[in-house]
């Protein structure tokens, strides 16, 4: 147990404070970075902060529903859904660099909340834990179509990443729903989206 704890705390170290990498390569590399005003950057860069801040928060989360699972099935689909989240984690950073922005300075603070939810959503068992991962894919797949009709319309490389990861969002849904994932609770939906809500409106500043 002890030896499982170092690992998971030294993963949550790299999450927040360590560069991500990528094994795919970055959505939209290969398009050239249009020229944006000043306001265009800084708002396309909250933007983007705010994603970032969503896959700190995916990789928390992940975690500690990984860590109450019983079931080998539902830690591999998490396990896989983690991976890809750091890579978004890698794009995200990579692009904030890119438009001049930073990194939310609140990271710890929305790991540490989203690790706790994943673990309380772990305690209800596999299906429930699987509804959770659903629910929370669906939340983030509506919050990049969001930002897809507000980031500058040129800011092609921007909308690149978004539209990859949206995709991967949208599969990580479908997949938990093929393993059995119960629907939530309408209270609880209302209750994720809330949280969402202050996180999001949160990060596009801070």
Not at 5 to 10: E, K, R, S, V
Not at 156 to 163: G, K
Request: net charge negative; hydrophobic share 40%; glycine share 8%.
């Amino acid at each position: 147990m002890i030896d499982q704890a170092i690992i998971q705390f030294d993963r949550a170290l790299r999450t927040v404070f360590a560069p991500a990498r990528s094994v795919r390569p970055l959505p939209g590399a290969e398009l050239p970075d249009a020229p944006l005003s000043d306001e265009e950057k800084r708002h396309a860069a909250a933007l983007m902060r705010i994603n970032h801040c969503g896959e700190i928060c995916a990789q928390a989360l992940y975690q500690g529903q990984a860590m109450m699972s019983r079931d080998p099935g539902t830690r591999v689909a998490l396990q896989e859904a983690s991976n890809e989240e750091t890579e978004h984690l890698a794009w995200t950073e990579q692009r904030i660099g890119e438009l001049g922005g930073r990194k939310s300075l609140l990271n710890p603070v929305w790991y540490g909340g989203a690790l706790a939810i994943g673990l309380l959503a772990g305690k209800f068992g596999d299906r429930w834990n699987l509804g959770f991962l659903a629910e929370t894919e669906r939340q983030v797949e509506a919050h990049l179509k969001g930002h897809l009709q507000t980031l500058p319309a040129d800011d092609a490389r921007s909308r690149a990443i978004v539209e990859q990861m949206k995709e991967d969002e949208m599969r990580h849904a479908d997949t938990a729903v093929s393993l059995g994932a119960l629907e939530l609770p309408a209270p609880v939906k209302s209750a994720m989206k809330l949280a969402s809500k202050v996180m999001t409106r949160t990060a596009y500043w801070v």
